[in-house]
């Protein structure tokens, strides 16, 4: 059974940056497509960014595209989410995501396609 744990959650101020860090064990996890989904206090879960097995595709929803990358060490079985410039909307729980499926062709970004969650790390924004 695929196992996900975040890190690298915390309190910044506006402007600032964090990197979080998902490990992954109990899969082969450079077949799998990863992806990060945030959930705001009193919102729904949304997608943030994903990347393909491979590395060579990434998609980021429009609110991060530009200031947030996800990228991936497969030798670490580690997914990352590096976060510049930071907002105070982008406060929320975030979590790691494997897909259901191995080596998947093309990006996916919805939540029903993704079949291992880890526990989320909380990221804080200040004004």
């Known amino acids: 059974q695929v196992q996900l744990v975040e890190s690298g959650g915390g309190l910044v101020q506006a402007g600032g940056s964090l990197t979080l860090s998902c490990v992954v064990s109990?899969?082969?996890?450079?077949?799998?497509?990863m992806g990060w989904f945030r959930q705001a206090s009193g919102k729904e879960r949304e997608f943030v960014a994903a990347?393909?097995?491979?590395?060579?595709?990434?998609h980021y929803a429009d609110a991060v595209k530009g200031r947030f990358t996800i990228s991936r060490d497969n030798a670490k079985n580690t997914v990352y989410l590096q976060m510049n410039s930071l907002k105070p909307e982008d406060t929320a729980v975030y979590y790691c995501?494997?897909?259901?499926?191995?080596?998947?062709?093309?990006?996916?970004?919805?939540?029903?396609?993704?079949?291992?969650w880890g526990q989320g790390t909380q990221v804080t924004v200040s004004s």
């Open positions: 109990g899969g082969t996890f450079s077949a799998y497509s």
């Open positions: 990347i393909t097995w491979s590395g060579s595709s990434t």
């Open positions: 995501a494997a897909d259901r499926t191995k080596h998947t062709l093309v990006v996916i970004t919805f939540e029903a396609d993704f079949g291992s």
